[in-house]
């Protein structure tokens, strides 16, 4: 809309320049102005009547003629002037013939008697003629500005704010806002249009909400099962244990201790598996509740013993101090982080510890492979396994490491994964 009035102030412009050039030109040159005809007609009809009452020139009327006019005698003398005003200005056949006014002799009886002079060159009619063409042009110039200036606001009114309402509603749109309906105006020219894009609004916001009813379902539906799962697989886990210990007392049959032991730890992965993806489900749904509390620290050591079933942590000295932790969801962090590094190093685990500012930092620390610099930043991503992990015969899900990230964060925590000698887990805990 800006360069359309942009472009009404040019064309006016250039109209004004127009209508001025057309002045000057008009009435630069008055030397080449014609007598006007009618002019010629009134001095021959004056020189007529001059004539045929020579002497006496009363007979003519003065208001008859349109145009002042001098009849002279043979010497020069007024002998009538229809403007008693102009008296005083002296008039000669001479200055008739500079000044380019038309004159037309007397003759009386074969003889020059006087003339008669017509004290208009034609400049006054051109004049006005040129002032009235001025005056046109201008009055159509204006109604021509103002009928751009209307049909201007009416285009805005009518067909550039509507379409720009448009473009900023498919933003919102395409922003994920469906919430807020199309605005639309009376006559609108967009009317159907508009209506069109407002009713797609409406029929995406509802299948987003199917959409989301639906994925909540599915998550619910997998909490309910993972929950559902845990019963039997706890009952397999018992019952391989129960097995094991009789075969144990009762026959050195090895093999079927060995077999008895891989049903448990078999069981224990899938339980491990099923508690991940309970945890995972429960934050997708927004219910992964985490309650802080003021706990010693030597809470950790306890935590480390319960999970490390290998025997492969050694733990450096710990700072007594407070921290402040939900005690059970740490465990599932240490708990993820210690069967991660069984799964992939299955080397000797160091744990070590050190105040710094608000935090305790206790650092997890395998000496296994590690992970390629690369992939660092994605190993806390959900379902995320690195190339390696694909590659190796190791089961997992890619929760572990997600759901210890998550939980540390619900702590007012940080974990940071990097590699120092094989892969390191730095777990910043708050202190209370």
């Known amino acids: 809309m800006r360069n359309y009035y942009k472009l ?56 008859k003629y349109a145009v002042d006019y001098v009849i002279l005698d043979q010497n020069g003398n007024v002998l009538k002037d229809s403007n008693s005003a102009s008296g005083d200005i002296r008039i000669s056949v001479e200055e008739a013939v500079k000044n380019r006014y038309p004159y037309a002799y007397i003759i009386v009886n074969n003889n020059v008697t006087g003339s008669v002079i017509l004290k208009d060159n034609g400049s006054s009619a051109i004049n006005s003629m040129r002032l009235a063409t ?74 987003k909400q199917r959409e989301i009813a639906l994925q909540k379902k599915e998550r619910e539906t997998v909490a309910s099962l993972s929950h559902d799962l845990k019963t039997p697989v706890t009952g397999i886990k018992l019952t391989a244990e129960l097995l094991k210990a009789k075969e144990e007392m009762k026959s050195d049959d090895s ?23 309970f945890a995972s489900t429960l934050e997708d749904l927004g219910e992964f509740k985490v309650s802080c509390v003021d706990e010693p620290s030597s ?14 942590v050694v733990e450096d000295k710990r700072p007594d101090v407070i921290i402040s932790i939900d005690s059970k969801r740490m465990g599932q962090v240490v708990g993820n982080i210690i069967n991660n590094s069984y799964k992939y190093a299955d080397t000797r685990i160091d744990v070590h510890y050190e105040i710094v500012d608000d935090f305790l930092e206790m650092r997890i620390k395998d000496y296994g492979p590690g992970v390629p610099e690369d992939e660092l930043a994605h190993v806390t991503n959900k379902f995320y396994r690195g190339k390696k992990q694909e590659e190796s015969k190791a089961e997992g899900s890619g929760l572990g490491l997600y759901i210890a990230n998550i939980l540390m964060q619900k702590m007012n925590g940080e974990m940071i994964p990097s590699n120092d000698g094989g892969f390191k887990i730095t777990l910043l805990i708050p202190l209370s």
Do not use: C
């Not at 704010?161 to 469906?178: C, H, I, S, T, Y």
């Not at 105006?185 to 407002?198: A, Q, R």
């Not at 809470?299 to 492969?312: H, Q």
């Open 8 to 63: 009404l102030v040019s064309i006016l412009v250039i109209y004004i320049l127009a209508v001025g050039l057309f002045v000057f030109i008009s009435g630069r040159d008055m030397s080449k102005l014609q007598v006007n005809e009618d002019n010629v007609l009134i001095l021959n009809d004056i020189a007529k009547k001059a004539e045929e009452n020579w002497p006496d020139l009363s007979s003519i009327e003065s208001s």
């Open 134 to 207: 001025t005056i046109g042009f201008a009055v159509t110039g204006l109604i021509l500005a103002v009928g751009a200036v209307i049909y201007g606001i009416y285009i805005k009114k009518n067909i550039i704010d509507p379409f720009r309402k448009m473009e900023q509603f498919a933003g919102k749109v395409a922003e994920g806002n469906l919430d807020e309906p199309l605005m639309i105006e009376k006559n609108n020219m967009f009317g159907s249009f508009s209506e069109s894009f407002d009713i797609m609004r409406e029929e995406l916001s509802a299948s």
């Open 255 to 277: 093999d079927i201790v060995d077999k008895l032991d891989n049903i448990y730890k078999k069981a224990d992965e899938i339980d491990v598996l099923i508690t991940d993806l």
């Open 299 to 312: 809470v950790l050591s306890d935590i480390l013993k319960k999970y490390d079933d290998k025997g492969l």
